[in-house]
């Protein structure tokens, strides 16, 4: 299986697709829906897509808190692809970008289910447990080392 990892535009054709992704991985099954707000944080993101053969299959997302650091978000594989190290490979060339921007920090806000996921690719857990979206979450957060 060939996974290409493309960082896309706001607003492009790819985000519409990855906007499918989120919402069929992270939404629906909360039975949520985007709204304005929820998305008016992408236009000063970095947006990246997994493709396979031309098809969107993951996507995650990086904004910036500060000088040194990103907030990885909306970290999403369809399920159909999910055991395939998709999201991991998703996060290592975000990893890289960060790196290369000059940010030496990822943060982000796991769901309590992924947060084996980020343990394995480094991340440590740095908050106690709390509720966004009415489930489980922790902070977890990897300094990044060139």
Sequence with gaps: MNVEIEKIDFLSTRYFQSLDVRYNVLRKPLNLRF?????SVDKDSVLFVAKIENRVVGTLILTQVSNE????????VLEDFASNGIGGLLVKDCEKYALENSKNHIELNARKSAISFYLKL???????EFYEVNIPHYKMKKELLS
């Design 69 to 76: 650091s990103y907030k990885m978000r909306q970290v999403a």
């Design 122 to 128: 480094g991340y440590s857990i740095v908050s106690d």
């Design 35 to 39: 709204n304005r707000t929820d998305l």
